[in-house]
């Protein structure tokens, strides 16, 4: 009998654990939506074209099939088919850009941490984006996809004046989060671009909205004032670093995205008198872009600057916790640099500065400047010798985002 009543309280006491358990993991935590930056989002392609540029291009397809991250599409020769079927055509009269004739392009999964998480559906490890973060949560922390896990995925080519609808479809995927999840305000997890687009974002809503929706902002590697890569991909175009891409292959597509424009430096952040691209004749300031992009031929460059310009980050506060996570000493590009006897077309020498080697230090600590303008707390940890992407896996970074949301 002894033995009875006391397994029968064991057993209570078990059940009443988990019941405290699952309070707590399923009530408590606030629920987590991920915010990805440049290519960070799966993209699907259905193709119905009259011209191809190369006669192994497939003209049709009879659905829609995952174009980006699909490293089978990467190689030779159909990197060309890639290409025209993901760069952009600019109008520089209406200032918007559509897709290639005969292609139509889809973003799947909204809402889904998913599509995300592995920019490859198959997995492939070169996909991995927000995968360890969305690992952690699950498994240490008890959130569920789709649930208290979500994914915010956009058309990363195009810069916010084309992404219009994105603001309007994530106020409603955070009100709705924050119902399904008892009332609870959301995280948002923000990388890269996706930083300076959380921004906008929360610099659209009221103080009020913001105190009942949104717990906090945490941000890994966010581009608050531009970097000086984008520079250098207008230039010489980058290979996403692998070494089996071509940088000069993916520019073609690289130099058509808007978004690039959005993410060159910007005026809050560099002075004018600073040399961005040293020529034995010429040095560009800020001021020189325009002649640059004009000289370098892609003129294009210029025009999305002045369509994105406005969406830069000023220091309007986005008037929510922050929590501002990057890599740092890393090399990273400050200045471009043609030797004398290298022409404006050639290859110029990448002089390096502090960063995480995609963005410079002084664009990822732009969250200080909002120090004194809001009285959330704005909380920044750089994390040394983590680049850009490694800030999404590294251990150190996993366990302060776990810590923050343990602590809610
Ligand atoms: C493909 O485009 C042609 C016109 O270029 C059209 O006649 C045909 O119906 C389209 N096919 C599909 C499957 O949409
Ligand atoms: C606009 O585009 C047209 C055609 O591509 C080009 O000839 C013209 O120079 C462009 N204008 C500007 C301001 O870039
Ligand atoms: C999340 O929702 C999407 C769309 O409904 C679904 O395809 C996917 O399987 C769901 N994921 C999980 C882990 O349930
Ligand atoms: C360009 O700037 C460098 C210093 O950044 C200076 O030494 C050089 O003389 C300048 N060249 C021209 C052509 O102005």
Redesign the pocket.
């Known amino acids: 009998m002894k033995i009875f009543i006391f397994t029968i309280i064991i057993i209570l006491l078990f059940i009443i654990d988990n019941v405290q358990l699952w309070h707590f993991k399923g009530k408590q935590k606030s629920p987590v939506i991920f915010v990805p930056g440049d290519g960070g989002s799966q993209v699907e392609a259905k193709i119905?074209k009259?011209t191809v540029p190369h006669y192994l291009c497939e003209k049709?397809s009879t659905d829609y099939f995952n174009i980006w991250l699909n490293l089978e599409l990467l190689v030779p020769i159909i990197i060309d088919c890639f290409i025209d079927n993901m760069k952009l055509t600019y109008n520089n009269v209406t200032r918007t850009t559509k897709n290639t004739a005969?292609v139509d392009i889809k973003i799947p999964g909204w809402g889904d941490p998913f599509v995300v998480e592995y920019l490859d559906p198959s997995k492939a490890s070169p996909g991995s984006y927000f995968r360890y973060i969305g690992d952690m949560l699950v498994n240490d922390l008890g959130y569920v996809r789709n649930l208290s896990l979500r994914g915010a995925p956009y058309d990363f080519r195009k810069a916010p004046n084309e992404n219009a609808e994105f603001f309007i479809k994530l106020k409603a995927l955070v009100e709705e989060t924050y119902s399904m999840n008892n009332n609870e305000p959301v995280t948002l997890i923000a990388h890269s671009m996706g930083g300076p687009m959380c921004l906008l974002f929360l610099q659209q809503q009221t103080t009020a909205w913001k105190n009942k929706y949104i717990n906090s902002l945490i941000t890994l590697a966010a581009v608050w004032g531009g970097s000086v890569k984008a520079i250098k991909v207008f230039a010489i175009g980058d290979d996403l670093g692998t070494y089996v891409l071509r940088e000069r292959t993916l520019k073609d597509q690289q130099i058509t995205s808007p978004s690039l424009g959005w993410l060159l430096p910007s005026k809050y952040f560099w002075k004018n008198t600073e040399v961005l691209v040293e020529t034995a004749t010429k040095n560009y300031t800020l001021l020189d872009l325009q002649d640059y992009f004009i000289n370098i031929n892609v003129p294009n460059a210029w025009e999305f600057r002045k369509d994105t310009e406005k969406y830069q980050a000023d220091y309007s506060a986005p008037g929510v916790e922050i929590h501002c996570l990057h890599g740092i000493a890393v090399n990273t590009v400050e200045k471009l640099y043609y030797k004398p006897g290298v022409t404006i077309d050639g290859y110029p020498q990448l002089i390096n500065g502090d960063g995480d080697g995609t963005v410079n230090k002084r664009s990822l600590e732009g969250c200080l400047h909002w120090k004194d303008q809001q009285k959330q707390k704005i909380y920044h940890q750089p994390f040394p010798n983590t680049n850009h992407m490694e800030i999404l896996r590294n251990p150190n970074v996993l366990q302060y985002i776990k810590s923050v949301l343990s602590a809610n």
């Open positions: 119905n009259t049709t005969g």
